[in-house]
């Protein structure tokens, strides 16, 4: 299992953009899918992205889709999540998570959570 820690949240404002990271520790940060979700206040966490193991296939919730882009670094055991023109709607509490298996699925249980970072994007 995959130890994650997330960082690079912050206060925005609307228009502008964040890069969040995600560091893993453990030898087989290359065998699992890495994703990021987020909860805002009085909502469920929900799916934002997905990556495959080796960077080669994604899969991005409606809403971020052609704001946010997610990468993988598996030299580093990085994952990132590289938000643009960020919306007020966008303020949450950001995830990264761990799936075993190759391509990220949103029906394979995540194994591995981080404790999240806040991002809070004003208007």
């Known amino acids: 299992q995959v130890q994650l820690v997330e960082s690079g949240g912050g206060l925005v404002q609307a228009g502008d953009s964040l890069r969040l990271s995600c560091a893993a520790s453990?030898?087989?940060?290359?065998?699992?899918?890495m994703g990021w979700f987020r909860q805002a206040p009085g909502k469920e966490r929900g799916f934002v992205a997905g990556?495959?193991?080796?960077?080669?296939?994604?899969d991005y919730a409606d809403s971020v889709k052609g704001r946010f882009t997610i990468s993988r670094d598996n030299a580093k055991n990085m994952v990132y999540l590289q938000m643009n023109n960020l919306k007020p709607e966008d303020t949450a509490v950001y995830y990264c998570a761990a799936q075993y298996a190759s391509s990220w699925s949103r029906v394979v249980r995540v194994e591995s959570w981080g404790q999240g970072t806040q991002v809070t994007v004003s208007s």
């Open positions: 453990g030898r087989a940060f290359g065998r699992y899918a």
């Open positions: 990556i495959s193991r080796s960077g080669g296939s994604t």
